[in-house]
């Protein structure tokens, strides 16, 4: 059986949709499409055999933290194609996926890649950090393709990838500024690229998109201690000379995949400093929560003990809690909490 039928099976398309409405059942698109599910998995069941099936448009919208971004969610009934497509291929990328890649993937996420990230400050005495300026917006379709292609067993779900891609093209145009590579002529600007920003897809292609940049940093350039959530990763190492020339390297790389760093803060800093990551400052010997982080959800905790249900406001702060536990970060809570009277939690 090649990928494509694994994807159109019925128990898988089944599990799709229970993916899909999960947390949302009873309400708006989701609740229209369980009114007829049978009939509406049929269909897509015959339209991805038939290789038919035709995505709807996005509904776009911005959110403001921690930064302005443009999230694209698409129709209901693409979601159930993006988590039947995932269940089969995600497999397959994730056993080629480095171990130190932290997003998405189970068993790994945020508070591990900090945890990483501490065993590190506390072994070696810099860090290189670095992040990809404008990161989805850049993602070259027919790189990323190219890759996709590589770490899949057959091309028979290329025709699905490759729909989805197209229904992206030119969401994020608006958020793109043109950055021209070696060998590029002027109709570079026209290049297919960019992966809507709030896909199921889009979170899993954009670690495939740097996994070969992965295994280059680990084998060629022989950094043992590379982590990476994303677009944003660290090299740490005890020569802060060999860290320039590793980040020279890196830039030079990233070429190929039509990608620049944000040079402004790509500069070797001793581990004591402070590691800013993932919404936490990390240290040797400690870990804070961004304070900005802590004023956000101030804000964001007493509108919602103004306006929400007391249930809603307990699960909202039940998950920051949680969240927050992985710093050291009791006298946090304590005046967060407190100021609102919720120090109970």
């Not at 991805?48 to 448009?57: F, I, R, S």
């Not at 404008?134 to 057959?154: C, K």
């Not at 084998?219 to 982590?227: H, I, K, T």
């Amino acid at each position: 059986m090649n990928l494509n039928e694994k994807i159109c099976n019925w128990e898988n398309l089944r599990l799709a949709y229970a993916n899909a409405s999960r947390g949302k059942r009873g309400r708006g698109a989701t609740a229209e499409f369980e009114s007829m599910l049978a009939d509406n998995l049929l269909e897509l069941e015959q339209e991805l055999n038939e290789q038919t099936y035709q995505p709807g448009a996005y509904n776009n919208f911005h959110i403001h933290e921690p930064k302005r971004r443009l999230i694209s969610a698409a129709p209901f009934r693409d979601r159930v194609v993006h988590h039947a497509l995932c269940n089969i291929t995600v497999p397959y990328f994730e056993k080629q996926f480095i171990a130190d890649s932290y997003a998405n993937h189970v068993g790994k996420g945020t508070h591990r890649a900090i945890d990483r990230c501490q065993q590190f400050a506390r072994k070696y005495k810099y860090v290189l950090q670095c992040d990809i300026a404008q990161f989805f917006p850049s993602i070259d379709h027919e790189v990323l393709r190219g890759t996709l292609e590589h770490m899949l067993p057959d091309e028979s779900a290329l025709w699905l990838i490759d729909q989805i891609l197209v229904s992206g093209r030119g969401v994020l145009a608006g958020e793109y500024d043109m950055v021209y590579f070696p060998n590029d002529d002027l109709l570079a600007v026209n290049k297919p690229r960019g992966l809507p920003i709030g896909n199921l897809t889009s979170q899993w292609w954009a670690n495939c998109y740097l996994n070969p940049f992965d295994h280059f940093v680990r084998r060629e350039l022989g950094c043992r201690a590379y982590l990476r959530y994303v677009d944003d990763f660290l090299l740490f190492g005890d020569d802060k000379k060999e860290l320039m020339q590793w980040r020279d390297a890196l830039v030079k790389r990233l070429e190929r995949f039509r990608l620049t760093l944000h040079m402004g803060s790509a500069h070797p800093y001793p581990v004591t400093e402070g590691i800013p990551f993932l919404g936490f400052m990390i240290f040797p010997d400690q870990r804070r929560l961004k304070q900005r982080k802590g004023f956000a959800y101030q804000r964001k905790l007493r509108h919602l003990n103004q306006t929400a249900a007391q249930k809603t406001v307990h699960a909202s702060v039940q998950g920051w809690v949680n969240h927050v536990r992985y710093a050291d970060a009791w006298h946090l809570r304590e005046a967060v909490l407190g100021n609102v009277g919720l120090l109970y939690v």
